[in-house]
């Protein structure tokens, strides 16, 4: 297994409960960090224009500033003030459409994932977690 497999198989593990609220941006920053290694994110992630979104979790007031687009992600630890369009979830939302057990088009329909932006970061957005999800499957 890859390192991107196994943060996966934990998180979908992890899901069969609910999550702890504390350890949800841990989750979520290693997933990422772990995608950003891995050559079919990267190719999933080329056609898409490149974005940034200050990741909110509504729950434990963390944040993560996230960034991708033209073949490229990144994410870090940041502060819920920070800049960048901000968007809006609770963990466990975060933590399911990064592990791939929250299909994005229900997360992003359903108001589970609120941009205080505007519309076009929250359709960005969810491309890039559609193409993670696909890169998932191969």
């Known amino acids: 297994m890859t390192k991107l497999a196994d943060a996966i198989e934990a ?4 899901s069969t409960s609910p999550p702890n609220p504390a350890h949800a941006r841990g989750a979520v920053l290693a997933i990422l960090a772990a995608a950003a290694e891995d050559e079919r994110v990267i190719a999933n992630l ?8 200050l990741l ?8 993560i500033e996230f960034q991708a687009g033209d073949g490229r992600l990144h994410a870090e630890a ?3 003030k920070g800049k960048g369009p901000k968007v809006d979830a609770t ?3 975060w933590l399911g459409l990064v592990a791939g057990t929250l299909k ?12 205080r932006a505007g ?3 929250l359709r960005w957005l969810q491309q890039v977690a ?9």
């Open 104 to 115: 994005p088009w229900l997360a992003f329909t359903r108001g589970m994932v609120v941009a």
């Open 11 to 14: 998180a979908r593990v992890a």
């Open 130 to 138: 559609e193409r993670l999800q696909k890169a998932y499957e191969h």
């Open 91 to 93: 963990g466990a939302t």
């Open 46 to 53: 080329k056609d898409v224009p490149a974005g940034r979104a």
């Open 119 to 121: 519309l076009t970061e």
């Open 78 to 80: 940041a502060d819920v």
């Open 56 to 63: 909110r979790f509504t729950d434990t007031q963390e944040a």
